[in-house]
C-alpha cells in the first residue's frame, strides 16, 4: 500500500517511462510520414472523439470495478482484525477453572491460553501466505518479459521491502512440532489450523475449563474466521471477468491506433508548422489512455506481492502485537514500517 500523500516524479517514470517511449516512438513515426507526405489518411476528429469517450467510460468501469475488490479486500482484513481482538478477549476471559472439577493451576491455565492464541497468530501468517501464491492470471504468471518486470517490481516496489526486516514468522514459532508437521502438510494449512483449534476448543469443553456457552460463542468465532477466509479466497481466486479485463486493453489500443491518423493531420490544418507539436499531444492523450488501463489493471489482484496490495504483513504484525499483550507478555516484536512510501 503507498502510504504517501502523492507519488513522486521519480517513481511515477520508473513505473511509465517504457510507455512514453513506445508512445512517442508511434506518434513521432506517424507524424513522419505525414511529414514526408508518404501517407495521406485523414480520419475525422470526430469518431475518433466517438471511439475515446466510448473507451472512457469502458476503461472506467473497469476500474470502478478493481477498485472494489481491493476496498473489499481492505474490509476483510479489517474484520480479520477486528474478530482478532476479541478472539484474544474471549481466551483470555473465558478460559478458567470455574467450571473444572479437575483445577489447574495458573500456569497451566496460561498455557493453554498462549496454546490457543499462538495457533491463532499461526493462522494469520499462513492465510497470508496462502494469498501471495500466483494465480494464473496474475502479472508474475505471464511469462518473458511481464514475469521479469513484475518480479523487480516486487523487489523494488513490494514484498521485497520486507527482507531486510524480521518478517517472516515460520509456523513452528506458533505450533507445537507435531502439530506443525501434520498441518503444513495440508493443502488449505490455514483451513486445517482453525479447525484444530475446534478441536481444542470441544477437548476444553469436556475437561470444562469452558462451559457450553462459552464454547459456542468461541466455536461463532471460528466460524466468522473462515467466513472472512473463504471471501478473501473467492478474491484471490475468482478474477475480474477476463472479458472486461482483456477487452478494454484492446479497446485502448484501438483508439491509441487511430489517434495520431486523427490529431496529426487536423492539427496540419492550422499550417505545416503545427505538425511537430501535434506529437506530445498525441503523447499525452495516449498516455492518459494507458494510465488508466494499468490502474485498473493492477488494482484487480490485492493480493500479488506489489506495491498497491493490501499491507497483510503490517495488519498480521498489528494482531500478533495485540494478542500477545493479551497474555502479557512483553518481548513483542517490532511493528512492520513504511519503506520508501510502501507499507506491506
Partial sequence: MIVTKGIGLKNLLSWTLRHVVWLSLLMGGVALLYDYNLIHVNIPWLPVSVVGTAVAFYVGFKNNQSYDRMWEARKIWGGIVNDSRSWGMMVDGFVSNLFAENKLSSDEIHAIKQRLIYRHIAWLYAHRSQLLVATPWEHVSQG??????????????????????????????FLPDAEHDRLVGSVNTATQIINEQSRDLAKLREQGYIEDFRHMEMVNLLKSFYTLQGKNERIKKFPLPRQYANMSRYFVGIFIILLPFSMVPELMKIGHHTLWPSVPIAVLI???????????????????????????????????????????????????????????
Fill in 144 to 173: 518473458g518479459f511481464t514475469t521479469k518486470r513484475i518480479k523487480k517490481y516486487q523487489e523494488k516496489f513490494g514484498i521485497g521491502l520486507l527482507d531486510d526486516e524480521h518478517t517472516k514468522k515460520e509456523l513452528r514459532s
Fill in 286 to 344: 495516449g498516455w492518459i489512455f494507458v494510465m488508466m488501463e494499468n490502474v485498473a489493471d493492477y488494482s484487480e489482484n490485492p493480493f500479488q506481492g506489489l506495491a498497491n496490495d493490501i499491507p497483510m504483513m503490517s495488519l498480521c504484525r498489528v494482531i500478533e502485537i495485540d494478542l500477545v499483550q493479551m497474555l502479557g507478555e512483553t518481548d513483542l516484536p517490532p511493528a512492520i514500517k513504511a519503506k520508501d512510501g510502501i507499507l506491506m
